[in-house]
């Protein structure tokens, strides 16, 4: 008999000390900031805490880009509405393996997306870790992204290394989509695992003040 409970789906990279997301960036450092056994003279005896730390850049892990990242007078991370991250309609658009740029046959037969969030399933996520990540990703042309906009859609979603083309200077895909308040997701994981539509998306990272990125934990209730 087939369960109708409800599915999560987590769709984020595990993030650890002296993980490498994106060539060129550094690290993220995780360790304590106190460690338990230092923590002993503070507390009864028999009681012992560990107190983290970590030192990272905003882009690590599976991480959001609201538009202050592209844009000075854009809204950053903390002015984001809950509900432009959280409990947003879902749609995946699966591209073949080896293809880069994506067009906009790739959104033909789609239907509505207005107010949804299109995760673009490519399959790259698997070299996440790996030096082959950096190299050659699938991406998302301008066309794609004008597309998108026009649709009105709410968030925009990447298993990749980069929704643009990282070749050059230029990124026409992260300035169209920020420049209208589309946020974007990059280096998810596990799309395979999702339906084409029918689940809602969560990208919710934490109320910081001043950044233009951060990591969420990305999941899907299907």
């Given amino acids: 008999m087939m369960s109708n409970m409800p599915r999560l789906v987590d769709l984020s990279h595990t993030i650890h000390d002296g993980l490498v997301t994106y060539p060129g960036l550094p690290a993220p450092r995780v ?3 106190l460690e338990r056994r230092s923590s002993r003279t503070h507390y ?3 009681t012992e805490f560990s107190i983290g730390r970590i030192e990272m ?3 690590t892990g599976t991480y959001l880009d ?3 990242h592209r844009y000075e007078g854009g809204q950053d991370i903390a002015a984001l509405a809950l509900e432009s991250l959280a409990d947003l309609p879902g749609v995946v658009v699966r591209v073949p393996e080896g293809e880069r740029a994506i067009g906009v046959e790739r959104l033909a037969g789609l239907g509505e997306l207005h107010g949804h969030a299109v995760l673009v399933a490519t399959g790259w996520s698997r070299h996440f870790g790996r030096p082959e990540y ?5 991406y998302l042309t301008k066309a794609v992204a004008e597309r998108l906009v026009a649709g009105g859609v709410a968030l925009v979603g990447i298993d990749s290394l980069n929704i643009d083309d990282t070749a050059g200077g230029e990124r026409p895909v992260h300035s169209l989509l920020l420049a209208r308040n589309v946020r974007i997701v990059e280096h998810l994981t596990n799309l395979v695992e999702l339906p084409e539509r029918g689940f809602r998306f ?7 003040r001043g950044l233009g990125s951060f990591p969420v934990r990305a999941f899907a209730l299907c």
Avoid: I, L, T, Y
């Fill in 44 to 46: 009864a005896e028999g």
């Fill in 31 to 33: 360790g304590e900031h």
């Fill in 57 to 59: 850049v905003a882009n």
């Fill in 134 to 138: 950096g190299v050659g990703h699938p």
């Fill in 66 to 68: 609201a538009p202050f």
């Fill in 202 to 208: 969560f990208a919710v990272p934490p109320k910081v």
